[in-house]
């Protein structure tokens, strides 16, 4: 399974900007799609995920500010963030869980960076 994420780029504080991340490959099945993300000096962490059902998880960080949602047909995800804050700058890298043959894996994008400017 690939994803590719793509979206990132540079925002002023209070701005908006939304990410994608699309999966592709054969004999798959999503169970969870999620953003992760990590800044300089810092360890990766979690960001949001959702469910194949939709159900959805945020960083308390995040909380109100940003929204998971997925595309199950295209096997895509996305994250539309908005009242960034300077604070969110960081490498943003998407992950899933599937199951592929029958066997569970996850899988990590390449990631992409966002950069808040205050």
């Known amino acids: 399974v690939q994803l590719q994420a793509c979206g990132g780029g540079l925002v002023e504080d209070g701005g908006s900007l939304r990410l994608s991340c699309a999966a592709s490959?054969?004999?798959?099945?999503?169970?969870?799609m999620g953003w992760y993300r990590q800044a300089p000096g810092k360890q990766r962490e979690l960001v949001a995920t959702?469910?194949?059902?939709?159900?959805?998880n945020y960083a308390d960080s995040v909380k109100g500010r940003f929204t998971i949602t997925r595309d199950n047909a295209k096997n895509t995800m996305y994250l539309q963030m908005n009242s960034l804050k300077p604070e969110d700058t960081a490498v943003y890298y998407c992950?899933?869980?599937?199951?592929?043959?029958?066997?569970?894996?996850?899988?990590w994008g390449q990631g992409t960076q966002l950069t808040v400017s205050s």
């Open positions: 992950n899933t869980a599937t199951v592929q043959y029958g066997l569970p894996s996850a899988y």
């Open positions: 490959g054969r004999n798959f099945n999503i169970v969870s």
């Open positions: 959702i469910t194949g059902s939709g159900r959805t």
